[in-house]
T-cell receptor
């Protein structure tokens, strides 16, 4: 079975500052990793995903994440945030053998202040 | 494409009443998922279908919950009887098995309040 831990429930940051949202996973098999974003009163939207290949993946809205197998991490980063990035961010994992079943972390609330 | 469509967007009902949530997946998608989101438990997968067939319903809380997918363009999640602890936002998502993108597309959700 897989599990995901998002270490920070809330991350406050000022506009134009860099940000890192942390995600660690646990699995006995190879995994696919995802970051989803949820804006207020909306459904989730895929930001980026790691399936294979380069460990640094780039997503929409200037976000990127790095897969680190030895540390079982998939941290999300953005070099300069905007007010519009204020949202809830979810890390998710699936096994590469059962890609249908996504296990989500508890979410990190990113609050960007002017 | 209109995206995943869910109805109603908000539902307020009294304990003991039957509640039916509806979902129309993206045309051409052949996997459909039902999730529940609460502050206490986060985002939980309740059940998912591939090609209209239920594959895994291990997340369905109890027998009061049931889900159907009579055709490729429609699914329902029913709670009978409803209880206050069922209050949550229920999301439907769909994906395409054929593209191997593994992306799930979420609807806007139904906010259910049981009083």
């Amino acid at each position: 079975a897989q599990s995901v831990t998002q270490l920070d429930s809330q991350v406050p940051v000022f506009e134009e500052a860099p940000v890192e949202l942390r995600c660690n996973y646990s699995s006995s098999v190879s995994v696919y990793l995802f970051w989803y974003v949820q804006y207020p009163n909306q459904g989730l939207q895929l930001l980026l995903k790691y399936l294979s290949g380069s460990t640094l993946v780039k997503g929409i809205n200037g976000f990127e994440a790095e897969f680190n197998k030895s540390q079982t991490s998939f941290h999300l980063r953005k070099p300069s945030v905007h007010i519009s990035d204020t949202a809830e961010y979810f890390c998710a994992v699936s096994s590469s053998y059962n890609t249908d079943k996504l296990i989500f972390g508890t979410g990190t609330r990113l609050q960007v202040f002017p | 494409d209109a995206g995943v469509i869910q109805s109603p967007r908000h539902e307020v009902t009294e304990m003991g009443q039957e509640v039916t949530l509806r979902c129309k997946p993206i045309s051409g998608h052949n996997s459909l998922f039902w999730y529940r989101q609460t502050m206490m438990r986060g985002l939980e997968l309740l059940i998912y279908f591939n090609n209209n067939v239920p594959i895994d319903d291990s997340g369905m809380p109890e027998d009061r919950f049931s889900a159907k997918m009579p055709n490729a363009s429609f699914s329902t999640l029913k709670i009978q009887p409803s209880e206050p602890r069922d209050s949550a936002v229920y999301f439907c998502a769909s994906s395409s098995l054929s593209t191997s993108s593994y992306e799930q597309y979420f609807g806007p959700g139904t906010r259910l309040t049981v009083t």
